[in-house]
């Protein structure tokens, strides 16, 4: 079933999606500087890893070890901020827009 705008019935309908986009934002800021401090207590088992190659191989595993913490906590912020925002987008918001005539609303 197509959703359909209650103002003009068209079926020329978009999703807004303003929460879920809020979400991803703030969770991708939130999980990436989470991540990087995550790794930032982890990076001295990085910098003791790689001892093993010398001086530099200790700075770069602490290098390695934020940037790959800040990534995947990045990503996971990314997709859990997206998820709520877009159960906000469902449950609160008026997420539909009528493309023919403007209205906004909830289904």
Known sequence: MSIQCPHCHSHNIR???SAKKVGQ???SAA???TGIAGAMQ???TG???GLVAGPIGSALGSLFGAIIGGIVGGTVGHEVGGRI???IDET???NHE???CGNSFHV
Request: contains cysteine; hydrophobic residues 35%.
């Open 42 to 44: 982890g990076a001295s």
């Open 25 to 27: 934002r703030v969770g």
């Open 31 to 33: 999980g990436t500087a």
């Open 92 to 94: 609160y918001l008026d």
């Open 47 to 49: 910098a003791a890893a």
């Open 98 to 100: 009528c493309l023919d």
């Open 85 to 87: 925002g877009e159960q």
């Open 15 to 17: 999703t807004k999606d």
